[in-house]
């Protein structure tokens, strides 16, 4: 690239022509009007959602290059769609950006984000931009779902098996490791590149619908209930218990977790990585026992039941082994933004 290009600044093309740069990652097609038309099928029902992500909050330099950035603000708000049992239409974009920002970084944050997109035929199909004292990310995320086939918090029950689709805090041990180098020489080489990579290019969960669609038989009403972990296990299943009025028991033992994890950390230290870490765009589904055996072995690698729904509403971490004792989760022991 021209040095002269990269150097150059926001505040020297301005908003046409920031918006002339961006608009070659949108199809011509779609953008151009005020607003995006996005035709969908039949008997569908559209599921909305949006993500903002803040400079030094969400994202650094530090941590993430802009490809890195673009790719993760795309993965949360797939990953949200994924969640709700939906298929991606398309994404707007608002972008608030200081004047200096080099044209060229926001060049490769849209870079990331179609190169996100694309693995799921799915494309930015607007948005604004606007002066702001903070590189601002707002995205708004657009699916289809069948009504009879949509996932939610609230449809958990006595009796069903809590699944997850993958391990749990491995993008919270890579961001470690990207902030505190010199904890890169306890891992091997293999294994510190995959935990930085699943923190840098996290994989949304789009693959599980066609599975669950695949084992559940055929019925009027939908068996799973679930969300997203990008908060965190602990506060995904929290979450699901309270919007279903039901508790649950989390078998310590059963939670999947990271090889490199042996012989790094303690036990506790991975147990909190993986109830509280966050960022690994999980799924975490409940239902019927024998549904969640055959999704787990069709899943593979990573999945596993980690516990079942009860009645009350207390939320128990629980060593079958007992050589823990049994711990009562909360809200409280997660991240949050306007935590002091």
């Known amino acids: 690239m021209n040095s002269e290009l990269s150097s150059q600044q926001v505040k020297d093309i301005g908003e046409q022509g920031i918006l002339e740069r961006l608009q070659r990652f949108c199809p011509p097609e779609i953008i151009g009007d005020d607003a995006a038309v996005i035709v969908t099928a039949p008997k569908q029902s559209l599921v909305v959602t949006t993500d903002v992500l803040i400079d030094g909050v969400h994202f650094s330099n530090v941590t993430t290059s802009p490809e890195d950035a673009g790719w993760r603000a795309a993965a949360a708000n797939l990953s949200d769609l994924a969640a709700m049992g939906a298929s991606p239409l398309g994404i707007t974009v608002g972008l608030g950006l200081p004047g200096e920002v080099r044209v060229s970084w926001v060049e490769r944050l849209y870079q990331g984000m179609t190169e996100c997109l694309q693995k799921y035929n799915t494309s930015i199909v607007g948005g604004d931009v606007v002066r702001s004292p903070v590189t601002t990310l707002a995205i708004t995320a657009f699916g289809q779902v069948n009504p009879s086939q949509i996932i939610r918090r609230s449809a958990a029950i006595v009796g069903d098996a809590i699944v997850v689709t993958g391990v749990h805090g491995a993008s919270h041990a890579g961001l470690e490791l990207l902030l505190h180098p010199e904890l890169q020489q306890s891992l091997k080489d293999q294994e510190k590149t995959a935990l930085i990579r699943t923190h840098q290019r996290p994989q949304p969960r789009l693959d599980v619908l066609p599975i669950l669609l695949k084992i559940l038989t055929p019925n009027s009403q939908f068996p799973v209930a679930g969300m997203d972990s990008s908060d965190g296990?602990?506060?995904?299943?929290?979450?699901?218990?309270?919007a279903s009025c039901?508790?649950?028991?989390?078998?310590?033992?059963?939670?999947?977790?990271?090889?490199?994890?042996?012989?790094?950390?303690?036990?506790?230290?991975?147990?909190?990585?993986?109830?509280?870490?966050g960022e690994d765009f999980e799924l975490v589904l409940c239902l019927p026992q024998e549904s969640a055996l055959a999704l787990v072995q069709h899943l593979g690698q990573g999945a596993a039941i980690v516990g079942k729904i009860t009645p009350g509403s207390t939320v128990l971490l629980h060593d079958e082994q007992k050589k823990f004792p049994d711990q009562v989760l909360s809200l409280s022991q997660g991240f949050q933004h306007f935590k002091s």
């Open 246 to 277: 039901v508790g649950a028991v989390l078998e310590r033992r059963q939670i999947s977790l990271p090889a490199a994890f042996d012989n790094w950390l303690t036990q506790e230290q991975a147990l909190e990585y993986a109830l509280y870490g």
């Open 233 to 242: 296990l602990a506060d995904a299943i929290i979450q699901i218990c309270r």
